[in-house]
DNA sequence: AGCTGTATGTCAATCGTTTATCATACCGAT
DNA sequence: ATCGGTATGATAAACGATTGACATACAGCT
C-alpha cells in the first residue's frame, strides 16, 4: 500500500504539500493539486484512515449498540443510522448484544478502544455505571440514562393511549396487553403501558398483562405466551402488542384457534415494520418515525462530538396506521 | 486516555515490561503482571487499538458488504456473521450499499483505507474491475467472483429443483417463476430458476418468469407486480418467488383477490427467514443454511487473513421446510 | 526597493503501541 | 567461578498521517 511519501516523490513534491492538498488547508496551485491526483492515481493511494484516526485521536466511526439485529425494529433503525452516518462521513461498528450484558460491555471496551466517535445504545441491558467514566457522546435510543449525552425516543405514552382508544372504539371490553416490561432498568417503552392503562382506566376496560422474556425474541415463543393467556383470558377482545412481531404471532394465534380477525379480536401493535404489512390482514399498528429518530440520534451524536450543545431529551411523535386488524 | 506509558509509570515499570505483560510475550513475574493490572485497573487503562492497527497494519475488523439491512434476509445473515466474527475477536464494519453501486464502491474505499483484515460481500452491484487491486481477502456470498478469495453460496439449483417438485407434487400445471434475475451480474441464485426450469421442463409444467428490478426491495412492489401477473395469467396454480418476502406479498395478493392457499394456488419461498413463520398460513420455503454460511464466511476470512490457503468454493445444502402453502 | 500574497520546502514532533537489540542483574546449578 | 535461565530496563525505530514553526522564492504592486 502506497503512502502519502510514496505520493510525494512520485508528484516531485513533499509530504506537507500533499497533506495540505489532502486537506485542502494553505495556499495550493492548481499545478500541484494536479500532480498530486496523478500520483494518487498511478499508485491508488488511500490514505491510511487508521494513521489518521490516531493522530486525531478519533476515528469517524460510530458504535452501534443494540440487542438484537434479526429483530425487524433494530433492522429497519441501523439502516436508517447507517444512511445517516454515511452522509455525515461517520461509519457504523455494528455491536450486537443479544441482550447479554457481559457481551454488550464488551462491546463498550470495543468501541472506546478504537476510538469511536461516539456511542448510541439502544435499549437497557447495560447497567449505568459502565457509561460513568465514559468522555466519548453517548446517544441513548429509547432509553433515559443519567450519564447519557442525550435520549431520542418516541411518545410512547401517547401511543399506548392511542391504542387503547383505538381498540375501546371497536368495542373491546377484555383486553391483553403484551409487552416487554423490562425490569430490570426503567424504560420509555414502559410508558406505553401506561399511556394504554390511564385510557383503559378512565374507560372501565378490564385488562391484563403479560411480560415476555426480553431473550423470547430468540425463540419466537410470544405465541406459545399468547395462546395460554387466550385460554386463561377467554373472554379477550382485544390485543395490544407492545411491537409488531408480537402482533404478527398473535394474530397467527387467533388463526390457529379459528378466531376471527378483527371480527372477535381486534390487534394493535407497535414500530410500524415492514413485517406490518406483509401479515393477512395487514397490522393496524403505532407508527415509530424510524427514519427521523435514526437522523436525530446520529446528528445529536456528531453534533456532540463536535463540542456542540445538544438537547438532553428528544421525544418524536407516534401515529396510528390503521389497517386490517383493529 | 491513559496511555501505556501512564500505566508503565503507575506500575513502576517501563513500556517494555507493559508491552510484554499485555502481549504476553517474553520473561514476566506474576509480581509484573500483579502490578500491571493494578495500575490498568486504577488508570481505567484500555490499549488504543488503532494505535495497534496502525503497527500491525491491520485492523481485527470486518467489512461487511450488503445491499440492504432491513431485507430479513440480510438481517439474519448479519446477526450471525457478528456472531461468529465476535467469537473469533473481529468486528463488524457494516457496509450498506442500498444496491447503488456508487455507494459500494465508496465502501470499499472505507475498507481499506481503515485496512480491515477482510471484506465479506454479498450480491452483485460492484464490477468485478474494483477488487482486482485488492490485497486483502475478499469472501463472496452468493457470487462468484474470479479475483476473490473464496466463495460461499446454498445449493441454489437444487433449491429450485426441490421447489418445482413441491409444487408440481401438489398438481401445480401453470406456475409462476418470480425472482431477482440480476442481468448485469451471473449469480449462483441465477441457479435457483436454472434447478426449477430444468424439473419443470422434464415434467411439462408450463411455467413463466418475472424479473422485478432488484431495487423493487424497498417499496414493497413485488405485491403489484404479482397482482398484474395472476391476471395476464389467470390459469396460474404455483408460484416459487426467491424470497421468503416476495412469497408473503404474493400470499397477500391471494388473499386480496380471493385466491386461496394452499388449495387453489401453492406457493413456496426460498431463505426461510423469521418471516416464514410469521404468514398465515406459514410459508412452505427452501430453507436456507444461513448460520453455517455465515460461520463458514468468517472462518474463510480469518484463514485467509492469516496466510492459510482457503478453498476456492463451498456450497451448503439446503432443505425443502413444508408449512402451510404448498 | 520594499512589501504582500502565493507557493512550496525543511524539519521535527506527535498520536500510542509494538518490537528488536542490547545491557544488566540476580539465582541456582554445575 | 562460570553458565544458563529468568526478569527487567534503556533506547529507538517503525507504523502513516498531521501540523506547527520557519525558511525560501517569486510574483506583482506601490
Chains 1, 2 share one sequence.
Not at 23 to 40: H, L, P
Not at 300 to 326: C, F, H, N, W, Y
Amino acid at each position: 500500500m502506497a503512502t502519502i511519501k510514496d505520493v510525494a516523490r512520485e508528484a516531485g513534491l513533499t509530504v506537507t504539500t500533499v497533506s495540505r492538498v489532502l486537506n485542502n488547508r494553505g495556499y495550493i496551485s492548481d499545478n500541484a493539486r494536479r500532480k498530486v491526483a496523478e500520483a494518487m492515481e498511478k499508485l491508488n493511494y488511500q490514505p491510511n484512515e487508521v494513521a489518521r484516526s490516531l493522530h486525531k485521536k478519533s476515528s469517524k466511526t460510530i458504535g452501534v449498540i443494540v440487542p438484537h439485529i434479526r429483530h425487524p425494529y433494530f433492522a429497519e433503525m441501523i439502516s436508517n443510522l447507517e444512511n445517516a452516518a454515511y452522509k455525515e462521513g461517520y461509519r457504523i461498528l455494528l455491536c450486537n448484544t443479544q441482550s447479554k450484558e457481559e457481551k454488550a460491555k464488551a462491546y463498550i471496551e470495543i468501541c472506546t478502544g478504537n476510538r469511536v466517535a461516539g456511542i448510541i445504545l439502544f435499549s437497557g441491558q447495560v447497567a449505568v455505571e459502565t457509561f460513568m467514566g465514559l468522555d466519548i457522546p453517548v446517544i441513548t435510543m429509547e432509553r433515559l440514562l443519567d450519564s447519557g449525552t442525550a435520549a431520542v425516543e418516541c411518545d410512547n405514552r401517547t401511543g399506548g393511549a392511542l391504542a387503547a382508544e383505538k381498540l375501546i372504539a371497536g368495542g373491546c371490553k377484555n383486553v391483553i396487553l403484551i409487552g416487554s416490561t423490562d425490569t430490570k432498568v426503567e424504560l420509555p417503552a414502559d410508558q406505553r403501558s401506561i399511556g394504554f392503562r390511564e385510557v383503559c382506566d378512565r374507560r372501565g376496560v378490564f385488562y391484563v398483562e403479560l411480560d415476555p422474556e426480553e431473550t423470547a425474541y430468540n425463540e419466537l415463543t410470544y405465541g406459545n405466551m399468547m395462546e395460554k393467556a387466550l385460554r386463561e383470558y377467554p373472554k379477550t377482545d382485544g390485543v395490544f402488542a407492545s411491537s409488531d412481531v408480537i402482533a404478527a404471532q398473535t394474530l397467527q394465534v387467533c388463526n390457529r384457534l379459528g378466531i376471527s380477525v378483527p371480527g372477535q379480536m381486534k390487534i394493535v401493535g407497535f414500530d410500524d415494520v415492514m413485517l406490518a404489512q406483509l401479515t393477512t390482514p395487514q397490522l393496524t399498528t403505532i407508527h415509530q418515525p424510524i427514519k427521523e429518530m435514526a437522523q436525530t440520534a446520529v446528528r445529536l451524536l456528531v453534533d456532540a462530538a463536535s463540542g456542540r450543545m445538544v438537547p438532553k431529551q428528544t421525544v418524536l411523535p407516534v401515529q396510528l396506521i390503521e389497517r386490517g386488524t383493529a
